[in-house]
């Protein structure tokens, strides 16, 4: 413990978060988007009554949360470019860099866990709301986009945001796509200055804090929103 | 798609000499299974005790235990990884730190990879055993109380054998939890199921076949979860109580 050296801590700091944070939070952001539209889109087929878009749904949200996620991120880094060359016509697969690939994976993915949440916000409104709406003469969408959804995104905040904190931990694992996300580009420094204890240390921690002051946040956040009834 | 499939690379022998890539790739389940089970059982212990530990009137001792869940609830799994395995030996004594690093693969990736689980997963117990234990009405602790038990016998024959009870569904999901986590250790170079899926794909640039029997391999492992811990959850639920798997047929 002697030898701990903070120096090289304070020379990268500027690159860990220029590059590697923005990187981190670009990702969680992007996929936290993609994610909740993609998990909310598959919601309303899970709860569809037209049986076979329910059970792809279903099928899709339970592969998904079958297999590890860094089995999944392999999956996609090898995938997309054969999809991409197929969606563009292209003979050859395309080129991906690290960063698409990673956005497109943790939306899928993460997709399915949202889609969970949304489906139990959307089965937490009254069945009268519903009826109610569509006695008002409104169709599928409108009573989904004016009265259902808006309740359930409400409803589901916090864990779509705890989610979101899950999801912010997870894009480290782009780690195995040899990303320059946070971690990747303390791992970087790391090996070249062999500062591992040092490097690896100053990652948790910032990982702690900010993890720990969001799930703070979100905490306080449930108290306030929360719908008396 | 212009990908050349050949499926029967899977028969056919890995570069290592040990049989078939289809071997290569079932050890691997063997390894995520061997981390998964060791894993389990340190999360389980710990996890029982720091989970029963915060629902204890004694305040510092409530507190301690929500730090310990705060600390490896809020660092990602691949960065605890890390931590295990490069900054722990460093931070022992020089001798005990030294003899860590030269274990033998794979127990030199094996065993910070159990601890690092069995402890990431045990904060996850201990928020279900704490959510268990709150779950119990207040009565069953003020009877044994009133019926003149300590609190340690008020857990040990009161609390506890409900909670062990209700706790079993959502244990199962922890559990497979711990399957999928187990890939992270490929980080540290343990070669379980993922690990050797990507190996696979390396060796023979066969990347889809690799990783679809893998992902097949994974999926046949949860089912096999699922249907043991279904019939266990049968055998072992409290009469009377409202189930997922319609009690009361008996």
């Known amino acids: ?229 | 798609m212009n990908y050349n499939w050949n499926w029967g690379i899977l028969l056919q022998p890995e570069p290592g000499g040990t049989g078939s890539y289809l071997q290569y790739l079932l050890v691997g389940l063997g390894w995520t299974l061997a981390t998964a089970l060791a894993a389990w059982v340190i999360a389980l212990a710990i996890g029982l005790v720091v989970g029963t530990l915060r629902t204890t009137p004694l305040k510092w001792i409530v507190r301690l235990g929500n730090a310990y869940v705060e600390v490896f609830r809020n660092v990602p799994l691949i960065v605890q990884m890390f931590l295990w395995f490069f900054v722990a030996p460093e931070l022992l004594p020089t001798g005990l730190g030294d003899w860590i690093k030269q274990m033998p693969p794979p127990w030199g990736s094996y065993v910070p990879a159990v601890l690092c689980l069995g402890i990431y997963t045990s904060v996850r117990v201990a928020e279900q055993v704490r959510a268990g234990i709150q779950s119990l009405p207040r009565g069953q602790g003020m009877a044994g109380t009133a019926l003149g038990l300590r609190l340690p016998q008020t857990y040990r024959y009161v609390i506890l054998p409900m909670v062990m009870r209700i706790m079993l569904p959502p244990l199962t999901s922890e559990f497979m939890n711990i399957i999928k986590n187990s890939s992270v250790a490929l980080t540290i170079g343990l070669l379980e199921l993922t690990g050797r899926a990507r190996a696979m794909q390396e060796f023979s640039f066969q990347v889809f076949e690799a990783f679809a029997a893998a992902t097949v391999i994974y999926l046949l492992t949860n089912l096999a979860v699922v249907l043991g811990m279904r019939a266990l959850e049968r055998r072992i639920r409290v009469p009377g109580l409202i189930s997922a798997q319609g009690a009361g047929s008996h």
């Not at chain 1, 050859?92 to 993460?110: D, H, L, N, Q, Y």
């Not at chain 1, 808006?150 to 796509?177: C, E, G, K, W």
Request: aromatic content about 16%; hydrophobic content about 55%; proline content about 3%.
């Open chain 1, 1 to 229: 413990m002697s030898g701990f050296d903070f120096d090289v801590i304070q020379r990268s700091v500027w690159y860990l978060f220029r590059d590697g944070m923005t990187f981190t939070v670009t990702l969680t952001l992007m996929a936290m988007a993609g994610g909740i539209v993609f998990g909310t889109l598959l919601a309303m087929m899970r709860l569809s009554s037209f049986a076979p878009l329910a059970w792809v749904a279903g099928a899709y949200v339970n592969l998904m949360r079958s297999v590890p996620l860094v089995l999944v991120i392999f999956w996609f880094f090898f995938l997309v470019p054969y999809i991409g060359a197929w969606i563009i016509g292209e003979k050859t697969p395309i080129k991906v860099g690290a960063f698409w690939s990673a956005v497109i994976t943790f939306t899928m993915f993460e997709a399915a866990y949202y889609c969970e949440i949304m489906r139990a916000g959307i089965q937490s409104i009254a069945r009268g709301q519903v009826a109610a709406s569509l006695a008002l003469g409104l169709d599928y969408w409108q009573t989904m986009g004016h009265i259902v959804l808006p309740q359930a995104f409400r409803n589901m905040v916090p864990v779509l945001l705890t989610q979101t904190i899950i999801l912010f931990q997870d894009t480290s694992l782009v780690y195995v796509i040899s990303a320059t996300d946070f971690l990747g580009a303390a791992a970087k420094v790391a090996n070249r200055d062999y500062r591992l204890v040092e490097m690896y240390s100053f990652v948790a921690l910032v990982y702690f804090v900010i993890s720990f002051a969001a799930s703070y946040y979100v905490r306080s956040l449930q108290g306030r929103i929360a719908v008396i009834r």
